[in-house]
């Protein structure tokens, strides 16, 4: 899909975006067991971080395929 002078810098912001999408997701993931747990409900925090991976998933590969809808190469 992209030339090959420029799968090193795709790869790389997509590394990049990932790894700010993993430190924000297990900050708030700390700050809602913490605040469930101190209410004496922690399953419930743990139900709604399944909930949030779940449909974040789904929402993920949505708009890869809406952004994406055909795989043909890009000429520069």
Known sequence: ??????TASVTG?????GAIGGILIAKSAGKL???YKANGHVETGYLIMFLICSVVYILAWL???V???KMKKTEF
């Open 13 to 17: 912001i997509g590394g990049m975006f």
């Open 33 to 35: 067991f913490d605040y």
């Open 63 to 65: 708009i890869m395929h």
């Open 1 to 6: 899909m992209f030339p090959k002078s420029a």
């Open 67 to 69: 952004l994406v809808p």
